[in-house]
């Protein structure tokens, strides 16, 4: 037998000739790069989809916009708007528009449904806010402007009621904008175009994604639209969803890796909670509705003590419906965490005379907590996106009164970029993108708080 026919022996003990071996090798060695290259390919157009999806949202959040506005703000006071103090800025609204003063109120402060905001007693509409004792039983209907005027004044402050003054007075309208990539390129024939179209009106470079834009309140006006009634209404929420739904999801990861015992009942409860992942999210939108926004909405009912009349609808309702959500997710990733801590830690535990108890909260979950962490962000990542569940239990898509509590009225961010999208005028699309850059920025450092912790309690541990 020759050199190049000398047999070589298997890990399954076949005789294999090295001519034969060196084929399989080459055809595993073609199947491992024609796996690395789909591995590749397919990373490289994630990161080309992204990187499209970044740069079309940049390109919408940022541009020239020619600006006019239906009355001319110096008009209105000798000194700029900014530096007035809130009765003079009441007194601009009343002598303007007096007829404007209830639906300021209605959309700023009023915490009952729109269709009630007439008939329903102001200890009820105002239910939370400042007004005079002597007008709680009568309806808006029956005070006077001037008595308006001053709800507006003790409830809302210098920016809020100038925030009115511009989108209600001033109103200030988008006429013609353009994107931020022909706003670099073509920007000499921009400035031509708007001098020859629009010469009474005001071409500027806007960023729609700025401070104010975060700190300003909703409106029916693209130009003084804000985000920061979603955003508390999302922070509410998340806090809500993270104070519920994380102990109770650990706890029974806990359980059912530490404690439960290798029976048919367990095995079905675990293949259960595993399904439960998959679910869409709407169907926890109508759990949601049956079980938390009707049970709530007959202990709040009538007031119950002080808290606003909302059908259930509030924020407490919506946390714990997110909460459902991401438990089954967050109970899968903390069970793998547990069951990848190693079996020795646990025998030196219980050689050591520690109890069951003492072993998994001082030795297992210890160990565990950098992969139940990745669970945390994988889960409140998801639910700080949701939309659907929300608009079933009652989210608000138009909303101007910012949540004071766990039993408000709410909306959150995907709402307000859903409603904002749905909008006709080109503008809305601009907020909407701005909009979506803000929630990105608010989705990465909460994760990278989440990370860095991981990061640091695997180094501990």
């Known amino acids: 037998m020759s050199a190049q026919e000398q047999p070589i022996t298997g890990i399954l003990n076949r005789e294999v000739s090295e001519d034969q071996y060196r084929r399989n090798l080459r055809a595993r060695q073609r199947r491992g790069t024609v796996a690395r290259g789909f591995f590749f390919g397919a990373n490289v157009f994630a990161l080309l989809a992204l990187l499209a999806l970044l740069l079309h949202i940049v390109n919408q959040a940022f541009g020239l916009v020619v600006i006019r506005n239906t009355v001319d703000p110096s008009t209105l006071a000798a000194s700029p708007l900014e530096a007035l103090s809130e009765p003079e800025l009441v007194d601009i609204i009343v002598r303007e528009a007096p007829n404007r003063v209830r639906v300021m109120i209605r959309d700023s402060l009023s915490q009952v449904p729109d269709t009630d905001f007439t008939t329903a007693p102001l200890d009820a509409v105002l239910a939370g806010k400042i007004y005079p004792p002597e007008l709680a039983e009568v309806t808006i209907n029956d005070t006077t402007v001037e008595q308006q005027a001053a709800i507006l004044s003790d409830n809302l402050g210098q920016g809020d009621i100038h925030d009115l003054v511009i989108s209600s007075i001033v109103r200030p309208l988008v006429v013609r904008s353009w994107n931020l990539l022909p706003s670099l390129t073509d920007r000499a024939a921009i400035e031509a175009e708007a001098a020859a179209q629009y010469p009474d009106d005001s071409l500027q470079f806007r960023a729609w994604v700025s401070w104010d834009f975060i700190t300003s309140s909703v409106s029916s006006s693209a130009t003084t639209a804000g985000l920061r009634t979603a955003l508390l209404g999302t922070f509410y929420i998340m806090a809500v969803t993270a104070v519920f739904g994380l102990p109770i999801a650990i706890g029974a990861a806990i359980y059912l890796e530490e404690y439960a015992s290798d029976n048919w009942i367990e095995r079905i409860i675990e293949t259960n909670i595993r399904n439960l992942a998959a679910i869409p999210s709407v169907i926890y939108g109508m759990l949601g509705l049956a079980v938390f926004v009707r049970a709530l909405g007959a202990v709040t009912s009538g007031a119950f003590l002080g808290i606003t009349d909302t059908n259930g609808r509030t924020v407490l309702s919506a946390g714990l419906t997110l909460a459902l959500l991401i438990m089954p997710v967050l109970i899968v990733n903390a069970q793998e965490a547990i069951r990848a801590v190693p079996r020795a830690i646990r025998e030196a535990s219980y ?65 307000q970029i859903y409603q904002w999208t749905s909008r006709p005028e080109q503008e809305f699309k601009n907020v909407a993108a701005a909009a979506i850059i803000v929630l990105l920025t608010v989705m990465i450092l909460m994760n990278l708080v989440a990370i860095i912790s991981r990061n640091r309690l695997s180094v501990r541990y």
Do not use: H
């Open 351 to 415: 050689g050591l005379g520690a109890t069951r108890w003492q072993t998994v909260s001082r030795q297992v979950l210890p160990a565990a907590i950098p992969g139940i962490l990745t669970g945390v962000i994988l889960s409140l990542s998801r639910a700080i996106g949701e939309t659907a569940p929300l608009l079933v239990v009652g989210a608000s898509t138009f909303i101007g009164i910012d949540p004071s509590g766990f039993f408000s009225k709410f909306t959150v961010v995907p709402i």
